[in-house]
């Protein structure tokens, strides 16, 4: 199944005309659809601001000229009807504009053989690009647990915590997407070259903005709303109070998709807007790639145990037995009836309690009294 090609080569027009997420375009889209707006904007000389917007950028723009040239380049581009297309991302037509960023995508393109309706129970990981030790630690550890369960990781490719959280899924030996603002046939950073063109084989990159399209800061914005959109759950590890990862929190809540931060060191700068998420509940705290599986997987599909310490064999006596052996001192021997003064008892109890403590191992009698037995100093 695919959409028809007059809507595909619609959408890649409107592409070239107009920025990705324009809140604008997507309303309008929305009310009459792709190939009428193209087709008004192609030959209308006069109307509404995203007619004349889209109208300065005309000359030289050739929908299937540019679909032809991202082929032989590796490129595809996903409009809604095609099977490939993900649906979560139909989501973003029903939350208001932040920012005037907003709607669903007009398409994605995308390179590398993942497909995308394979992403429904991804994670995106992401965060501060000036990462610490510590986030990037804790970053590429959850990635490589939600990669090897089979969920995808998607990230930004960024310095710092989209780094980390690609490399982390694919040392787990699973699926990780990069989400570009530039074209998916740019490389930024270009730093990060090697592992954006392993994606771009291995796993996928994807973008909203046409081939060649340069990064901006409005087109990081309009990212973000894609990486979350796309993802069951965002994972938020760093991020300052003035982060770009937490542009991308906020699109989580908006799409009421889980949102989970990892706290980092209460003096830590870069972990000041997780924790705000975290103490005005807007986000669930996760320290481990399990715990973030058990909060985006089915009801049931990951449970944890809660984590507790060692289990001593004193802890499966009652209450009565313990409170006699808190009494029984180490090493110098004393008679019943100290034992009893000092566990405040009446010393009919504690001989009874004593002898049971006998049979167990926890205490011995000596010439000199009762004492701890090795069992119980463990």
Request: with cysteine.
């Amino acid at each position: 199944m695919s959409a028809p090609e007059a809507e595909r080569l619609a959408r890649v027009g409107l592409s070239l005309l107009t920025e990705p997420g324009d809140a604008q375009v997507a309303a309008v889209i929305a009310d009459v659809g792709a190939q009428v707006l193209y087709d008004d904007v192609l030959t209308r000389q006069e109307g509404s601001e995203v007619r004349q917007d889209a109208r300065s950028r005309l000359e030289g723009c050739d929908p299937a000229r540019q679909l032809e040239q991202a082929a032989r380049v590796g490129l595809r581009f996903v409009v809604p009807g095609d099977a490939e297309w993900p649906t979560q991302l139909d989501d973003l037509a029903h939350t208001a504009p932040l920012q005037q960023r907003g709607g669903a995508p007009l398409g994605l393109w995308v390179r590398g053989p993942q497909r995308l309706d394979g992403l429904g129970s991804s994670v995106a990981v992401v965060g501060s690009r000036s990462a610490t030790t510590y986030g990037g630690s804790a970053a590429a550890q959850i990635a490589a647990v939600v990669a090897r369960s089979g969920s995808p990781v998607i990230s930004g490719a960024a310095y710092g915590i989209d780094q980390a959280a690609h490399r982390g899924a694919l040392g787990g030996g699973g699926t990780t997407i990069a989400v570009l603002a530039c074209g998916a046939d740019r490389v930024y950073p270009q730093a990060h070259r090697e592992l954006i063109e392993h994606l771009g084989r291995e796993g996928a990159v994807v973008s909203e903005s046409p081939p060649g399209g340069a990064p901006t800061r409005v087109r990081f914005l309009s990212r973000n709303r894609i990486i979350a959109a796309l993802s069951a759950g965002t994972v938020v590890v760093e991020a300052a109070v003035r982060s770009g990862a937490l542009n991308t929190a906020n699109w989580a809540i908006r799409l009421n998709r889980h949102l989970m931060g990892v706290p980092g060191p209460i003096t830590s700068a870069p972990s000041q807007g997780v924790h705000q998420l975290l103490r005005s509940g807007a986000a669930t705290l996760v320290t481990s790639g399990q715990e973030v599986l058990e909060v985006v997987a089915p009801v049931g599909e990951h449970v944890l145990e809660e984590p507790r310490g060692r289990e001593r064999a004193r802890d499966r006596l009652s209450m009565r037995d313990q409170q006699v052996l808190d009494a029984v001192p180490v090493t110098r021997g004393a008679g019943a009836d100290s034992i009893a003064r000092t566990a405040g008892m009446a010393l009919l109890k504690v001989g009874p309690a004593l002898d049971r403590l006998r049979v167990g191992g926890y205490v011995e009698r000596g010439e000199d009294g009762w004492r701890l037995a090795a069992l119980a100093q463990e």
